[in-house]
């Protein structure tokens, strides 16, 4: 059974850390991207970070970009996302997803591309 278990959110103050973790389970690990995508309340899903866990090739959002990290440790086949200087925007729901690695490429934001996602963990930035 494949599974995908995000754990770490929380409220935290803005400004503030959190680290992510997303859990695989039931499939190749290394023949999947992992990415991150989120959710705020009335909006869509957006792609955050994605790590291709063959090569190590990442993507990260502009609106991420030098403040949140993704890592992989694929002896655990566990993904990561470093969330530092948090603000209030980055509040929302923040799903793990696994693609196929044969389609990394630009689609890696595309939420449509992947096969199986996680329950997703909430994450509440407090201003």
């Known amino acids: 059974e494949v599974q995908l278990v995000e754990s770490g959110g929380g409220l935290v103050q803005a400004g503030g850390s959190l680290r992510l973790s997303c859990a695989a389970s039931?499939?190749?690990?290394?023949?999947?991207?992992i990415g991150w995508f989120r959710q705020a309340p009335g909006g869509g899903r957006e792609g955050v970070s994605c790590?291709?866990?063959?090569?190590?090739?990442?993507y990260t959002a502009d609106s991420v970009k030098g403040r949140f990290t993704i890592s992989s440790d694929n002896a655990k086949n566990t993904v990561y996302l470093q969330m530092n200087s948090l603000k209030p925007e980055d509040t929302a729901v923040y799903y793990c997803?696994?693609?196929?690695?044969?389609?990394?490429?630009?689609?890696?934001?595309?939420?449509?591309?992947?096969?199986?996602w996680g329950q997703g963990t909430q994450v509440t930035v407090s201003s």
């Open positions: 039931g499939f190749t690990f290394d023949d999947y991207a």
């Open positions: 790590i291709n866990t063959s090569h190590g090739n990442t």
């Open positions: 997803a696994a693609m196929r690695l044969t389609k990394w490429g630009p689609v890696v934001v595309d939420p449509g591309e992947y096969d199986y």
